[in-house]
């Protein structure tokens, strides 16, 4: 196989290049057109920036989900502690 066999449209595959002999792997390289990359698309929305969160809103946030968590914890805690007392009073 020679380069020269290869269509000038048809892409070369990596293992194509690699199995290929030195000699014909430069020529092989030689005929690539230096790599396209796609353009960095625009940002979809407009991010806030880090500055704009506030500490208070930050900490707000942060302790309303740990107050939450808490609550329901204690919750299940005293429905099960009710539960459980109350079977101990029926089995008694």
């Given amino acids: 196989m020679t380069v020269d066999q290869l269509a000038a449209d048809e892409p070369?595959?990596?293992e194509l290049v690699l199995?290929?002999?030195?000699?014909?792997?430069?020529k092989a390289l030689a005929r690539l057109?230096?790599?396209?990359w796609p353009k960095p698309r625009p940002r979809a929305?407009?991010?806030?920036?880090?500055?704009?969160?506030?500490l208070t809103r930050t900490l707000g946030a942060v302790?309303?989900?740990r107050v939450g968590q808490l609550v329901l914890i204690f919750v299940?805690?005293?429905?099960?502690?009710?539960?459980l007392s109350a079977v101990a009073n029926a089995v008694r």
């Fill in 76 to 83: 299940a805690v005293t429905a099960l502690t009710l539960v």
């Fill in 19 to 26: 199995v290929l002999p030195p000699e014909l792997r430069a």
């Fill in 63 to 65: 302790l309303s989900a």
């Fill in 12 to 14: 070369l595959s990596p």
């Fill in 45 to 54: 929305g407009a991010v806030p920036s880090p500055a704009e969160d506030s």
């Fill in 33 to 36: 057109a230096p790599p396209v």
